[in-house]
């Protein structure tokens, strides 16, 4: 155990710095990102993860947000537990009629003003499940979405590219 | 004693169903099946319903035999087999939700997937009127100082949907009765009438982490109802990527327990490695999770020497890395007091179940398809199957250190004998019947599949492994206090959206 906590201290912070050509560009959008969410926030950000249907494969990445290569939290990005200590929503899915009055509840939850991101196609607009009698295809069928962010699962870094958009944004809703 | 063969002749026998025998039964050998499986002798393997017919997929462990029964339910009913075999209530209530079709004697006739949510009934028999939508009725748990805690369907981490009631006497859980369906997407209906490729699409979406399973299970049984096979080095790098997701999850999951155990630097180790998986399989097969690589009659793509080297690399750096993990997890006593003897569950169960995956295998069910049900390339490759009887949190977590150890020596041996040559078969565009099963991270999959003359698909139903762990998990923490209930939930980590399709 202590060897392991001392080999951690000497080897340093795998966070990523620099060489190849992904690495760059997340060391590019960590100091984007930490650039405007100083300038439109001052502070830190808070973030509800909803699934809404989804197929498991956007939270699998929405997870790899807070391993030791992205570390979400160094941007003053993190995830809550509740909706009630939420700015942001990031929802998932397709949006199952079985799952739509909690999207809906959970939205109202949370205080204002706030956010919503929906990430994956199946966010977008029901992606491969859209047409059938279980969804209702889309997050906006469901609340208001203020950013989409594609892909099927998004990766870490196009996410990260997302939350960066959202805070870039000039025209906030303020609801 | 009649044999599942002597059933199987005894019926109308599916002249094209492939590789295993199916044939039409009446109500009297039906039954007659259920009984088998409630005396234990037989496994479910799955049960699922069409517009005017059941099926119940069996395992016969002595025989070494796999058939599936059909009935024929023109005034849409059937004899309940989950009045006799626990293990099909819920999948017996799915088909009444979803074809309107009745098991009689049901012991419970709650709806299971169906919400009161689509509009309407049946949705793919006949659609009935939607019934007024009735509050659910949980089960009763009575008596002086039990109060029930209501958690869900969303919960506080970023995990999928479901709701989990549990009636609680101080700390120690009396009872817990899950209510799921919520990622109930319609996946069946979605299905019927889409052409193969599609279809293949929709099966890698069933249920993310395992999207390289189920596009398996569905190419193999897409293959089998054509009478097709895939060129070698097709079959080999669809073994490759189904051992980079083991991997993946794996080291997911395992963090992941021990950060339920407040062992949070364990979490930050194997989430490294988890993501080293991901980053190598995205060089060789162009997507992190590798969705949509694998295809009825082949794969999508191919490993390029890149993809080689970075697979390589990602198995060098895990075998320095795990051996001091695994240390690390079985040195720590704080962890461990939170992992032993926590949430049990008893081998008689796994077995009637018929619980795969690491669950059954922590409880003695010595079941791995890679190799009680061999298909290519695993017939040709060394490994081993840990089993072990304890059934509790670390016996679970035990079970993933070894099959960590199998996917990266697996890995090692697909790599050096990875044969050349093409990577697709065409598709005549035929009909047919096809079964398959492969051995996911969680466990077994079942996909089975008939194909229209025109080449699309009339109807496929696709079993993932927790439909049989969920009810365990029900089991398991009975007696356990509240608080453990998230370590216990996550070393089953059963899939909600697998299971709810
Ligand atoms: S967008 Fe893709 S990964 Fe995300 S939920 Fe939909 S199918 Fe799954």
Redesign the pocket.
């Known amino acids: 155990m202590h060897r392991i906590l001392f080999d951690n201290l000497v080897k340093g912070a795998l966070t990523e710095p620099a060489p190849e050509p992904e690495d760059a560009a997340l060391a590019e959008l960590a100091a984007a990102l930490q650039r405007s969410a100083r300038r439109k926030l001052g502070r830190s950000l808070s973030i509800r993860e909803i699934d809404a ?9 929405i997870h790899a947000l807070g391993n030791p290569f992205y570390d979400l939290e160094r941007f003053g990005l993190r995830f809550v537990a509740s909706p009630r200590h939420a700015d942001v929503l990031l929802v ?3 949006v199952t009629r079985n799952m739509q009055t909690a999207l809906e509840r959970t939205y109202r939850a949370t205080p204002d003003p706030k956010w919503v991101v929906a ?5 977008l607009d029901g ?3 859209a047409g059938g009698y279980a969804c209702l295809g889309g997050v906006s069928a469901a609340i208001p979405v203020d950013l989409h962010i594609r ?4 990766s870490p870094l196009q996410l990260l590219k997302g939350l960066i958009a959202l805070l870039d944004m000039d025209k906030v809703r303020n609801r | 004693m009649t044999t599942l063969a002597e059933l199987i002749r005894q019926g109308r026998p599916a002249p094209d169903h492939r590789p295993w025998p199916r044939a039409t039964v009446d109500a009297e050998r039906w039954r007659l099946a259920g009984q088998r499986l409630a005396e234990g002798d037989w496994t479910l393997l799955s049960l699922w319903g069409e517009a005017a017919a059941a099926h119940m997929a069996l395992r016969d462990p002595q025989e070494g035999m796999i058939a599936v029964l059909s009935l024929d339910c023109t005034d849409r009913r059937f004899p309940s087999i989950g009045a006799l075999h626990a293990p099909a209530i819920r999948l017996e209530r799915t088909m009444n939700d979803l074809f309107g079709l009745a098991p009689q004697g049901a012991a419970d006739e709650r709806p299971w997937l169906d919400h009161g949510r689509w509009g309407h009934g049946h949705p793919l028999g006949d659609r009935s009127e939607a019934a007024a939508a009735r509050p659910y009725e949980f089960l009763a748990a009575e008596g002086e100082g039990l109060h029930q805690i209501p958690v869900g369907p969303v919960h506080a981490g970023i995990i999928e949907p479901g709701h989990f009631r549990f009636t609680a006497n101080g700390e120690a859980v009396v009872r817990l009765e899950q209510r799921l369906g919520y990622t109930h997407k319609g996946i069946d209906g979605l299905m019927m009438g889409a052409d193969l490729e599609r279809a293949a699409k929709l099966a890698g ?1 069933v249920s ?1 982490d395992s999207t390289v399973a189920y596009a398996l299970a569905f190419a193999r049984a897409a293959e089998a109802a054509l009478e097709i096979a895939p060129p070698a080095r097709a079959v080999w790098l669809r073994a490759l990527m189904a051992e980079m997701e083991r991997l993946a999850n794996h080291f997911g999951d395992i963090g992941a327990i021990c950060n339920d155990a407040s062992f949070s630097v364990m979490q930050a180790h194997c989430q490294t490695l988890r993501e080293q998986v991901l980053r190598a399989a995205n060089t060789g097969f162009g997507h992190r ?1 590798m ?1 949509d690589r694998i295809l009825p009659g082949g794969v999508a793509a191919d490993l390029g020497s890149d993809g080689i080297a970075a697979i390589r690399a990602l198995v060098a750096e895990a075998r320095r890395q795990f051996p001091t993990l695994i240390k690390l997890y079985d040195n720590s006593a704080s962890l461990q007091d939170r992992t032993v003897s926590t949430g049990v569950v008893k081998p008689e169960l796994a077995r009637r179940f018929g619980c795969g995956g690491y669950i059954g295998r922590a409880s003695g069910r010595d079941f791995d398809t890679r190799r009680s049900l061999p298909y290519a390339p695993y017939d040709q490759l060394a490994f081993e199957v840990t089993v072990l009887t304890e059934g509790d949190v670390n016996a679970r977590v035990w079970i993933r250190i070894r099959e960590v150890e199998q996917s990266l020596a697996l890995i090692e041996q697909i790599l050096d004998r990875l044969p050349a040559g093409e990577l697709r078969t065409a598709l005549p565009g035929a009909g047919g019947e096809g079964m398959a099963m492969v051995e996911g991270f969680r466990g077994d999959i079942l996909a089975w599949l008939r194909l229209g003359a025109d080449g699309k698909v009339a109807r496929c139903h696709l079993r993932d492994p927790s439909w049989f762990q969920w009810p365990l998990l029900e089991a398991a923490i009975e007696g356990n206090i509240v608080a453990d209930f998230p370590l216990c939930n996550k070393s089953f980590n059963c899939s909600y ?1 697998g299971h709810d399709l």
Do not use: Q, W
Not at chain 1, 53 to 61: A, M
Not at chain 1, 119 to 123: E, F, L, T
Not at chain 1, 151 to 154: A, F, L, S, T, W
């Open positions: 249907g989804s197929c498991n494969g956007c939270e699998l990445e998932t899915g397709p990430a994956g196609d199946c966010a992606g491969m499940f892909g099927c699962p998004p | 979406r993310g999770l969705r959206s």
